[in-house]
T-cell receptor, first 111, second 113 residues
Framework: ELKVEQNPLFLSMQEEKNYTIYCNYS?????LYWYRQDPGKSLESLFV?????AVKQEGRLMASLDTKARLSTLHITAAVHDLSATYFC???????????FGTGTLLAVQP | KAGVTQTPRYLIKTRGQQVTLSCSPI?????VSWYQQTPGQGLQFLFE???????NKGNFPGRFSGRQFSNSRSEMNVSTLELGDSALYLC????????????FGPGTRLTVT
């Protein structure tokens, strides 16, 4: 069964500190996506990682992909309140537009 | 370029009724995928259409169905609604047959009473 696991499920962050979210998946894939969801809203695309070793950065967020370890990480640098949201990773195993989502990680940045 | 649009945005139905949700993809996108989001099960893939053909289907009962029109607009239908069908239904469009980034619409919030 295809599985995508994220941890932690909940992350209470202090402003200006660094944190990492982990996304493990069960079967080889080289297409991994990170999305952000604000409460009651839809999914906003953050990163598309398409190859082993891919690293992408946008502001305080940096995502990387290690296809051999079947692991992606989302690193948050110097957290700020605006980053509070739920973050999902998703894998497209067979390039068929069928995304398997992780459980999501709820980030709450405390002042 | 306009984004993915979904109608209606909110819907309240009674158990046993049926419902049709609509999704208009980004202009030029030919693939539409549907997802269900619930607090208990998270985000789950329902089905995907490309060029009016269903190419993939998730693990949902036959009460869930969909179709795609020649202009790439898609509808999904849920018959004999159950309380557990209450969810946020998201559609996503992408350019081609697979491996392209998916762009999500605002969703339809369905409440079944």
């Amino acid at each position: 069964e295809l599985k995508v696991e994220q941890n932690p499920l909940f992350l209470s962050m202090q402003e200006e500190k660094n944190y990492t979210i982990y996304c493990n998946y069960s079967t080889t894939s080289d297409r991994l996506y990170w999305y952000r969801q604000d409460p009651g809203k839809s999914l906003e695309s953050l990163f598309v990682l398409l190859s082993n070793g891919a690293v992408k950065q946008e502001g305080r967020l940096m995502a990387s992909l290690d296809t051999k370890a079947r692991l992606s990480t989302l690193h948050i640098t110097a957290a700020v309140h605006d980053l509070s949201a739920t973050y999902f990773c998703a894998v497209d195993y067979s390039a068929t537009n069928k995304l398997i989502f992780g459980t999501g990680t709820l980030l709450a940045v405390q002042p | 370029k306009a984004g993915v649009t979904q109608t209606p945005r909110y819907l309240i139905k009674t158990r046993g009724q049926q419902v049709t949700l609509s999704c208009s993809p980004i202009s030029g996108h030919r693939s539409v995928s549907w997802y269900q989001q619930t607090p208990g099960q998270g985000l789950q893939f329902l089905f995907e259409y490309f060029s009016e053909t269903q190419r993939n289907k998730g693990n949902f009962p036959g009460r869930f169905s969909g179709r795609q029109f020649s202009n790439s607009r898609s509808e999904m239908n849920v018959s004999t609604l159950e309380l557990g069908d209450s969810a946020l239904y998201l559609c996503a469009s992408s350019l081609g047959a697979g491996g392209n980034e998916q762009y999500f619409g605002p969703g339809t919030r369905l409440t079944v009473t």
